[in-house]
């Protein structure tokens, strides 16, 4: 932490994010979509598969 920092100040320093650094593409989204099965199902969604 630099002197002019305080500890109560946010730490604003830019990382990467990985849901903008991946393409939203069909076959991205079908995965997505079947890893949360199982929340689906725990959350009794109808349509859990």
């Known amino acids: 932490m630099s002197e002019q920092q305080s500890?109560?100040?946010k730490d604003l320093t830019p990382r990467t994010n990985q849901?903008?650094?991946?393409?939203?593409?069909?076959q991205a989204c079908q995965a997505?979509?079947?890893?949360?099965?199982?929340i689906?199902?725990?959350?009794?969604?109808k349509d859990a598969s």
């Open 40 to 45: 689906r199902l725990r959350l009794g969604w």
């Open 32 to 38: 997505d979509y079947a890893a949360g099965a199982d």
């Open 19 to 26: 849901v903008l650094s991946e393409p939203a593409t069909v």
């Open 7 to 9: 500890e109560t100040e």
